[in-house]
């Protein structure tokens, strides 16, 4: 059976692969992101550059893909069949992706990795879950093709479908790339100034808002110039113009996230919650009533 490919640092282990082709040895207990995929080309894509892919080469993270084709079966290396009750496209076979699990789960080194299907029916990704997968020890991420995944491999593995938005994709690998991202900017030491987090859309010490407007040099372009409020050095009168603009613009573009942080205005005890306040959709109260 082909080994799975790594990418960046890699864990050492036996393997019949040549020597040439494996990498330098992975960094103990850092976060592990491993994708099941058709396409494992397309990785590390561009999560190979720039924080992230620094972070990669540094051993800040690991990533490893997981060849589906191999698992396949026949002479062929068949990993769809059609759907059972007829209907257009191909469906990803149940017994092919355990398999693949199966060797994600051996090559996690023990550790026990939440298992995530990149699904549009999927509850919505938030900046929420992707803070609870950075503080844990990694994922393994499943990329769909055709159709989709046979119901009964999801539910034996216990899998967690998760969408990055209402729209459908031809397969899961740049969604799985967006998770990943996302995910992997929150571990310490990835971004330069991790102060940036703070002040960023969606985060807790934000109150769960959308971010201010950003301006920079020139001071003066095509006419416009950068609000002079910015430029005063009153540090409080900046503070409060940023929060004036966040709350506006929550207000405006994410009804949501505006009537999640109202709630915690008017029951400070709610803070804590804040950094789930953009799960105030239909998918999280589905999810809360779970």
């Not at 002079?228 to 966040?246: C, K, P, Q």
Request: proline share 7%; aromatic share 6%.
């Amino acid at each position: 059976m082909t080994a799975p490919r790594s990418h960046g640092r890699i864990a050492v282990r036996l393997s019949s692969q040549p020597s040439d082709l494996m990498g330098p040895p992975e960094v103990a207990g850092a976060w592990t992101a491993q994708v099941v995929t058709l396409f494992p080309e397309a990785f590390p894509g561009v999560l190979g550059l720039s924080l992230t892919g620094r972070a990669l080469s540094q051993g800040l993270w690991n990533l490893r893909t997981v060849d589906l084709r191999p698992f396949g079966e026949g002479r062929h290396r068949n990993v769809d069949d059609t759907p059972a009750g007829g209907g257009a496209g191909m469906v990803i076979r149940a017994d092919v992706m355990a398999r693949a699990l199966d060797e994600a789960a051996a090559g996690a080194a023990g550790r026990a990795l939440p298992v995530i299907y990149l699904s549009p029916r999927g509850r919505p990704l938030t900046q929420a879950r992707a803070r609870q997968l950075a503080q844990g020890p990694g994922v393994t991420l499943i990329c769909g093709r055709f159709e989709g995944v046979d119901q009964r491999v999801l539910d034996a593995y216990g899998v967690e479908e998760i969408s990055i938005g209402d729209y459908v994709l031809t397969g899961g690998e740049l969604a799985a790339q967006v998770l990943i991202d996302a995910t992997v900017r929150l571990i310490p030491r990835v971004l330069g100034n991790q102060d940036s987090l703070a002040e960023e859309s969606f985060s807790p010490d934000n109150g769960g808002l959308l971010e201010h407007p950003q301006y920079t040099k020139p001071a003066h372009w095509e006419g416009r110039a950068i609000p002079e409020v910015l430029l005063s050095g009153n540090h409080a009168a900046i503070a409060g113009w940023r929060r004036d603009m966040a709350e506006r613009l929550t207000k405006e573009r994410r009804p949501d996230l505006w009537r999640a942080y109202e709630q915690t205005r008017m029951d400070p005890a709610k803070d804590r919650q804040l950094s789930g306040a953009s799960d105030q959709s239909r998918d999280r109260r589905e999810h809360e009533k779970d």
